[in-house]
């Protein structure tokens, strides 16, 4: 077991109706308030203007349009524009991982006075950060529970992850029912994104039977309720389930103590949806299946074993080899059965930039460090397996 | 799903050797700390030498002596009246469960002008407390990662459970290592200690399949790494496992929107331990399997079949009023073969106030609100199974 050195300060409010508080947390910030959203989905569910009735009283200036894998330019240039311009003492982003990562990115380079780049990219250590209020609507990313965000720069492929401690929201709002007009795409994208999240930590050198039984807990609550929220959008439970299950997704409490894994799959897809906008999620649910089939080896048997046994209940008295081919084989037509595209010339790519791709995350990714190292070759394999 | 608001501000810091932090942590507060501890256990492992060493330069003010279920008189006054004496700025606890109990009530008593009683009893809420950083030596009850304390009256007989989230440690240090030396029966009490902590979660009428999946691989991780603890107790691993398992026990994290349960082994268990001063965890483990039968119906048989077949691996095609059975029977082979004493006359206790105590626990401990309600009939007969 390794040493850590762990914190979650978030407010997790969460349950029907918990957007009641927001006046109640606003209150300890200042009264200028820069509130970031996404495409308008917000206003079409009447939670924009709820807020808005709610904050009366507060200078409320607003960012709209942040798009999934948020950019760089314009989205956090113009928002630490705005936190500056207008002296803004606390963002609320309203919205899914995207918004929230962005509002992450922004509270931090409104309290830079360089380009914020130099933060997300780890050149400059920040010293300081506007506090942060969220309101999810989507469960996926886990975003409201940790520290991380993941900011794409296109002109030069870049999808990085980056995190500091003084960007953990200071309160998160999580109410279910936000998250009935979720689309089935996106419903699907969000099972298959804390999925894999789940599955990140668990497949490592070094892990714990508490942690092993934590993962796997997860993995069989977001397949469940997942589906039921595919086959009943409105089934507070399941969605409600499901949303608490994504937000324990990537602050490490799934694995506290184990080696680090290296995040292989997020490594590769984050070049994915850099160079051709993909939904993070679908990208995953392609990618994971066949880094698993590249990876299984003497070594990982074990893993995959107990991953089939636990997860997917396959019969124990099988061929350990057998076991662990099913477990892929299952992990594939889970997500396909999910309706995720499960490759990747379905959403358009083909073998054109593979080469590039696979040398873009081999020199940025450091997947040479992961649970299985991954060279430059076998990444291309991985790729070219999902294509 | 139960709606809930949920914070664990609480820094973790884990692993071997990581007491070298601790002057870095303790910079961040006054020079002047009161130094709570035990019986002087901590000498004996060189713990107690190790941090004066690392704290040269404070001003270190020493309440000793602090006992289990340790005692508002003298321990919680004393350390009120050090704290306000000497000005303190920070408590530095070093124990087990006991010790930051009561450095939980001192740190809130000695920011209030009152009797601290008042506090601990919820008739004055705490406006303010000192900070508070622990290094843990037992692994037990968690209270170095939630926000409560359970102090003893011995007066009157009252062992009060208070919480406060002003009371949330700073900084917890877990050193597994500190935790080599802790004896047999210490050892076997802080695993059914921690145990129950998860089956009082794990046994309410509204769960979800996530919180069951955490609960179920707390007891299996407690059991298997328990034993493993027991038969070798300087095997690191099995230690550190152990040590994390327990920090979650009493934060919530295992239960976040389940309903209530209304922890009724603890509310019975804590007339025992006011009564007659036995060890908490020996008192929970006798107090379990006797609940669990009392409360065995035909409502709760689906929760008793889950736990059997998940947590004792019972064969699933069995009746189920049989696997209940079974895992009741399994509960208290498990506590049995792990050297706890299974009855209270083992502990000197006779049939002579157990009629008062079933007074005293129903009027002062809310059962009546339990997931199965506990009339004051249901304690005693409960009790009187125990003897």
Redesign the interface.
């Known amino acids: 077991?390794?040493?850590?050195?762990?914190?979650?300060?978030?407010?997790?409010?969460?349950?029907?109706?918990?957007i009641e508080?927001l006046p109640e947390v606003m209150a300890q910030f200042g009264k200028r308030i820069l509130l970031t959203y996404g495409g308008g989905s917000i206003k079409k569910i009447g939670l924009y203007q709820k807020v808005l009735e709610l904050l009366k009283g507060y200078e409320i200036v607003e960012l709209s349009g942040i798009q999934p894998n948020p950019k760089y330019d314009p989205s956090v240039l113009d928002g630490v524009r705005l936190c500056k311009e207008h002296n803004i003492d606390v963002i609320l982003a309203v919205g899914g991982g995207s918004v929230l990562d962005c509002s992450k990115a922004i509270a931090a380079g409104a309290k830079y006075d360089g380009d914020p780049w130099d933060l997300i990219s780890y050149k400059v250590k920040a010293q300081a950060a506007l506090p942060i209020v969220d309101i999810i609507t989507l469960a996926a990313t886990g975003s409201e529970y940790d520290t991380y965000g993941v900011i794409s720069r296109t002109e030069t492929n870049d999808k990085i992850g980056y995190g500091d401690p003084l960007l953990y929201p200071h309160t998160s709002f999580l109410d279910?029912v936000f998250t009935f007009s979720v689309s089935r795409k996106q419903t699907a994208a969000g099972i298959a994104d804390a999925m894999n999240h789940t599955m990140e930590q668990y497949f490592t050198a070094d892990t714990?039977?508490?942690n092993?039984?934590?993962c796997?807990?997860?993995l069989?609550?977001l397949m469940?309720?997942g589906r039921k929220c595919l086959e009943n959008p409105e089934e507070?439970?399941a969605r409600?389930?499901m949303m608490?299950?994504c937000t324990y997704g990537c602050n490490g409490?799934l694995s506290?103590?184990n080696s680090p894994s290296g995040w292989p799959c997020h490594g590769i897809e984050h070049a994915l949806s850099a160079y051709y906008d993909i939904t993070h999620g679908e990208g995953l649910a392609i990618i994971t299946p066949r880094w698993m089939r590249h990876i299984l080896s003497e070594r990982t048997l074990p893993r995959f074993v107990k991953y089939g046994i636990n997860v997917f209940g396959i019969d124990p008295a099988l061929p350990e080899r057998e076991i662990a081919e099913k477990a892929i084989e299952e992990t594939y037509r889970f997500f396909e059965s999910i309706g995720i595209p499960m490759h990747l010339r379905e959403m358009g790519i083909d073998s054109s930039r593979l080469d590039e791709m696979a040398h873009h995350i081999a020199v940025n990714e450091g997947l040479e460090n992961a649970y299985v190292p991954l060279s430059e070759q076998d990444i291309k394999e991985i790729l070219t397996e999902s294509l």
Chains 1, 2 share one sequence.
């Open positions: 077991m390794q040493n850590f050195d762990y914190q979650t300060p978030t407010r997790l409010v969460f349950g029907k109706g918990v508080k279910p714990t039977l508490l092993d039984g934590f796997e807990s997860m069989r609550s469940v309720n507070y439970t409600a389930e608490l299950a409490i506290l103590g």
